[in-house]
């Protein structure tokens, strides 16, 4: 089974602080890890893919397959980073099905 | 591109009564999904298809049926509405390539 874990529900940080939101999954295999970006009362849009290796606005996440982890990073966070987070994984043997962890909120206080 | 489309945006059912949630996306995806968004549990898959005419379960499909008769449209139907089904819902379509695209949401509540 496919799993996601975001351990934190609520994170806070002033503007221009680091900011790290946790992604923890399980999968046997190798899974396609996604970072999701949800503004309030806005639709779900992409943030990052791991294989992309690309940085969106900023922020950047490594796969880490001994830890199977998938941490979003960003060195100094702005206000308008200020939402909800969520890293989700697709299974490569069946793209059509995708597990989200239960999101972390990020406040960026000024 | 519209990209993915989903009606109605809001709407108030009583227990029991059925409805159907549509969605439908303009990019030629061969695949589509449905997921509720509930406060504190995330995005949870209801169903989702690889094709027309190719239907499989997620993770919280009981309630809820879809079909899939051309890969524009990918509708939801309740049933039989339950309190416990008010919801945020979202429709996704992706190619097997690719990210996936969401709709704006259909806010739901049962009463």
């Known amino acids: 089974a496919q799993r996601v874990t975001q351990p934190e529900k609520l994170l806070s940080v002033f503007k221009g602080a680091p900011v790290e939101l946790k992604c923890n999954y399980s999968y046997s295999g190798s899974p396609e890890l996604f970072w999701y970006v949800q503004y309030s009362r806005q639709r779900l849009q992409l943030l990052l893919r791991?294989?992309s290796r690309e940085s969106i606005k900023g922020f950047t996440a490594d796969l880490n397959k001994g830890e199977t982890s998938f941490h979003l990073k960003k060195p100094f966070a702005q206000e308008e980073d200020s939402a909800m987070y969520y890293c989700?994984?697709?299974?490569?043997?069946?793209?059509?099905?995708?597990?989200f962890g239960d999101g972390t909120t990020l406040t960026v206080k000024p | 591109n519209a990209g993915v489309t989903q009606t109605p945006k809001f709407q108030v059912l009583k227990t029991g009564q059925s409805m159907t949630l549509q969605c439908a996306q303009d990019m030629n995806h061969e695949y589509m999904s449905w997921y509720r968004q509930d406060p504190g549990m995330g995005l949870r898959l209801i169903h989702y298809?690889?094709?027309?005419?190719?239907?499989d379960q997620g993770e919280v499909p009981n309630g809820y049926n879809v079909s899939r008769s051309t890969t524009e449209d990918f509708p939801l139907r309740l049933l039989s509405a339950a309190p416990s089904q008010t919801s945020v819902y979202f429709c996704?379509?992706?190619?097997?390539?690719?990210?996936?695209?969401f709709g704006p949401g259909t806010r739901l509540t049962v009463l």
């Open positions: 298809s690889v094709g027309a005419g190719i239907t």
């Open positions: 996704a379509s992706r190619t097997v390539t690719d990210t996936q695209y």
């Open positions: 989700a994984l697709t299974s490569t043997t069946n793209a059509g099905k995708s597990t």
């Open positions: 791991h294989i």
